[in-house]
């Protein structure tokens, strides 16, 4: 019945580990993103598809490198993880067609914590 | 680019009582949207309220309520009637309405704590 969900909620793992989190949507949505929340709780976009192509690609590191098999789904994998990765990280998806005021849909976050 | 600010770390108000949380932006575009969204403890983000900056009326979603003043770029928020549950964070966000690579993005404040007391 979830709209947005992400898997894992909780991701604990030491520097230099590669990790994933998966990202799927079931409400049609042609558009996926990746927002990062920071200690500080600012949230800043880091990546967005529409219709499994990239769209924007914030100065984020390449060691983040975001995959989308198909619209439903847009997972992130990060390389190479480092103290500074530490953070909530959040996939949203919206229609980009249809209501043009459309809000984002949030999935309920994934606490990275690197140590 | 477009910034969001949100002065207010943190607010608080008694049960039962209204408060306003203040958000500006700073834009060189004429049409846009603009959103408050709510992180309570469980770190969900829910919409609560938005506007299309076209629209001369405010919106208001039951005890929600904005003062969307487009001139000051200024957008806050109203909440009537607090409740216990309306304690969260709370997120201003701008959304351009051009095309292009910044399409759909949103992008967020700095956000404000609102405590409410019993």
């Known amino acids: 019945d979830t709209a947005v969900s992400q898997t894992p909620k909780y991701l604990v793992t030491q520097m230099g580990n590669d990790k994933s989190i998966k990202c799927e949507q079931n409400?049609?949505?042609?558009?996926m993103y990746w927002y990062k929340q920071d200690s500080k709780k600012f949230l800043k976009i880091m990546f967005s598809?529409?219709?499994?192509?990239?769209?924007i690609n914030e100065t984020v590191p390449n060691r983040f490198s975001p995959k989308s098999p198909d619209k439903a789904h847009l997972n992130l994998h990060i390389n190479s993880l480092e103290l500074g990765d530490s953070a909530v990280y959040f996939c949203a998806s919206r229609s980009e067609v249809g209501t043009p005021n459309s809000p984002l849909h949030f999935g309920n976050g994934t606490r990275l914590t690197v140590t | 680019a477009q910034t969001v600010t949100q002065s207010q770390p943190e607010m608080s108000v008694q049960e039962a009582e209204t408060v306003t949380l203040s958000c500006t932006y700073d834009t060189s575009e004429s049409d846009y949207y603009l959103f408050w969204y709510k992180q309570p403890p469980s770190r969900q983000m829910i919409l609560v309220i938005r506007q299309e900056a076209y629209k001369q009326q405010n919106a208001t979603e039951n005890r929600f309520s904005v003062n969307f003043q487009k001139a000051a770029k200024s957008f806050s928020l109203k909440i009537s009637d607090s409740q216990l549950g309306d304690a969260a964070m709370y997120f201003c966000a701008y959304r351009t309405r051009r095309g292009g690579t910044s399409y759909g993005k949103l992008t967020f404040g700095q956000g404000t704590i609102l405590t409410v007391h019993p």
């Open positions: 409400l049609g949505h042609d558009t």
């Open positions: 598809y529409n219709n499994k192509e990239l769209i």
